[in-house]
T-cell receptor, first 111, second 119 residues
Framework: LAKTTQPISMDSYEGQEVNITCSHN???????ITWYQQFPSQGPRFIIQ???TKVTNEVASLFIPADRKSSTLSLPRVSLSDTAVYYC????????????FGRGTSLIVHP | GAVVSQHPSWVICKSGTSVKIECRSL??????MFWYRQFPKQSLMLMAT?????????EQGVEKDKFLINHASLTLSTLTVTSAHPEDSSFYIC???????????????FGSGTQLSVL
């Protein structure tokens, strides 16, 4: 199971772009990279998932370099409501994948 | 998207009593569900994997006799905290995976969580 490392916290201001990087040096060939967002006293929610290169949806973009040993979640023009903890998970649904959460990144968006 | 319903949202109980938390997948079937526990300012800690029709798989250090898990149908898993004590007070979260097809992988859908306070 690939271990992930993220910054513990980040600060930003409304309207800025925020990039959160996750390191996963031991990622396996079949592993996907998935990001979740969690607000206080709520369950996490899925944001975006990717395998390689770039993935974009209505919420965020995910950049994955060719070696796949890291990934970057990009949040365009953040607002106060983007203040949350962001988790990066790496794994493959095949076999006995057990989704284990790391410490996550606490993002605080200031006015 | 897929919906996972978790009840109750919060519960207060006396020490020594048991509390049951339900987790339902509303619009999809889940042969597997995961139960997490989260303390303030900390990450989610996986407690156990609930398997429909069979015994749950517990993570190391989690007492299976204290945290009873039942996954009797493809849409319902329950976690019962037996003989609860103040140290069991925590935020409990369930999740159910949906395995993608083609170029997508598993995505987790989470319940809204249950805040347990044991007096």
């Amino acid at each position: 199971l690939a271990k992930t490392t993220q910054p513990i916290s980040m600060d930003s201001y409304e309207g800025q772009e925020v990039n959160i990087t996750c390191s996963h040096n031991n990622i396996a060939t079949n592993d996907y990279i998935t990001w979740y967002q969690q607000f206080p006293s709520q369950g996490p929610r899925f944001i975006i998932q990717g395998y390689k290169t770039k993935v974009t949806n209505e919420v965020a973009s995910l950049f994955i370099p060719a070696d796949r040993k890291s990934s970057t979640l990009s949040l365009p023009r953040v607002s106060l409501s983007d203040t949350a903890v962001y988790y990066c998970l790496v794994g493959d649904s095949g076999g006995s994948y057990i989704p284990t959460f790391g410490r996550g990144t606490s993002l605080i968006v200031h006015p | 998207g897929a919906v996972v319903s978790q009840h109750p949202s919060w519960v207060i109980c006396k020490s020594g009593t048991s509390v049951k938390i339900e987790c339902r997948s509303l619009d999809f079937q889940a042969t597997t569900m995961f139960w997490y526990r989260q303390f303030p300012k900390q990450s989610l800690m996986l407690m156990a994997t609930s398997n429909e029709g069979s015994k749950a798989t517990y993570e190391q250090g989690v007492e299976k006799d204290k945290f009873l898990i039942n996954h009797a149908s493809l849409t319902l898993s329950t976690l019962t905290v037996t003989s609860a004590h103040p140290e069991d007070s925590s935020f409990y979260i369930c999740s159910a995976p949906i395995v993608g097809t083609g170029r997508t992988n598993e995505k987790l859908f989470f319940g809204s969580g249950t805040q347990l306070s044991v007096l």
